[in-house]
């Protein structure tokens, strides 16, 4: 199989932008195996009504698992197919019941999106095994339908005013919002990672219309700073997510989507490297960012930041790791600033990272060892 670098895709939906990325995993890239991950983002109007659908998938990816890369990728199809279904019938409910048409809309969350969502799964798992069978294993049966195996994250931001998650398995959602001049990381319809260890619900688990997790929130108040969907490559190889989706954010901020853009998806692949080997899924949402500042945008970091412009503003924060600026390292026993110079954009001169870019593979079972900073 060729290798090829990573790249991205980034879409624009007028206040809001997000950037695409699934770099196949180190492991599978030794292998010769395809990447295992899927990715979607579209925005779609209902009765002039915008939404927005992001959605992650990670097949299974053992031998068990053959066509698990298939199953992903109907996963995220099927997901956008749920997500429509639920705004038709949101619609209808402000119309039916415009003072508290919210809460019903909690119980469609909760009790059918998740089961149209395995359904049209399963829809299509059937449709792809009738047409191209494989030898000794009957289509329709359960030793088929294991043959796709995959989880499944996704959100629905609905009229730019609710943010609607579900999860089944254990890919992550992550919530960025402003807090003084930092940002506050949440979690949502998140897995209980220690009761499962490295096992995971999935798509192909006997219960899977009553294992769905998920959450709503009004963003009415407290919008969001940045929305971040990615499946367990990146959890299980960043030993500190939260703090990295932080630097990530401010990074972002400062440099904006075209760095992003270029950054990200190597930075991707090298934890994959020096973390778990796995696939790295990845969705960055973002409301519509200013252009960064010529200065900020070099090649080198700027002295000059103008102190006063939030977008240029990076908190300080005691104890941190895991770190992944760009611009900047922070030292922990000091919690000061420190500048380097920034690196190559295109990635010739990657800044080390705190694991060291020469340090071997974790085993699959090896979580949470791995720290770095961006290329």
Request: charged residues 20%; negative net charge.
């Amino acid at each position: 199989m060729a290798s090829h670098q990573p790249g991205s895709m980034r879409l624009g939906f007028g206040t809001s932008q997000a950037l695409v990325t699934c770099p196949t995993g180190a492991t599978h890239l030794e292998k010769g195996q395809p990447c295992q991950d899927a990715c979607m983002v579209a925005q779609h109007y209902y009765r002039g009504v915008p939404y927005t659908v992001m959605v992650v998938a990670d097949g299974h990816g053992s031998a068990k698992y053959s066509r698990s890369d298939v199953g992903a990728h109907f996963a995220v199809e099927a997901a956008g197919d749920a997500a429509t279904e639920l705004v038709i019938g949101l619609a209808s409910m402000r119309e039916e019941h415009p003072d508290d048409w919210h809460k019903q809309m909690q119980h469609e969350v909760s009790h059918r999106l998740g089961r149209v969502l395995v359904q049209r799964w399963r829809t299509r798992i059937d449709e792809h095994a009738a047409a191209y069978p494989e030898l000794g294993v009957e289509p329709g049966s359960d030793a088929c339908l294991d043959r796709y195996g995959s989880t499944v994250a996704m959100v629905i931001i609905y009229d730019d005013q609710w943010l609607i998650t579900a999860n089944l398995g254990d890919s992550s959602i992550y919530l960025a919002r402003r807090e003084g001049n930092g940002y506050d990381i949440q979690e949502l319809a998140a897995q209980n990672r220690e009761s499962f260890g490295l096992g995971t619900d999935s798509l192909v688990s006997p219960r899977a219309n009553y294992l769905w997790r998920s959450e709503i929130l009004s963003t009415t108040d407290e919008p969001p700073a940045m929305i971040l969907l990615t499946t367990d490559g990146l959890t299980d190889s960043v030993g500190t997510p939260q703090d990295s989706i932080v630097d990530l954010c401010e990074q972002t901020m400062c440099h904006g989507m075209d760095w992003l853009a270029r950054v990200l998806p190597q930075q991707l692949a090298r934890w994959s490297a020096d973390g778990v080997g796995d696939d790295m899924g990845c969705i960055v949402w973002f409301p519509t960012l200013s252009p960064p500042s010529s200065a900020s945008d070099s090649n080198h970091a700027s002295s000059s930041t103008n102190p006063d412009t939030p977008e240029q503003v990076a908190p300080v924060r005691q104890g941190h790791s895991g770190t992944m600026g760009a611009s900047e390292t922070l030292d922990s026993t000091s919690a000061t600033r420190v500048q380097p110079a920034m690196p190559d954009m295109a990635g010739n001169e990657p800044v080390a990272s705190s694991a060291g870019s020469s340090s071997p593979r974790k085993a699959q079972n090896d979580k949470g060892n791995v720290h770095g900073e961006y290329l």
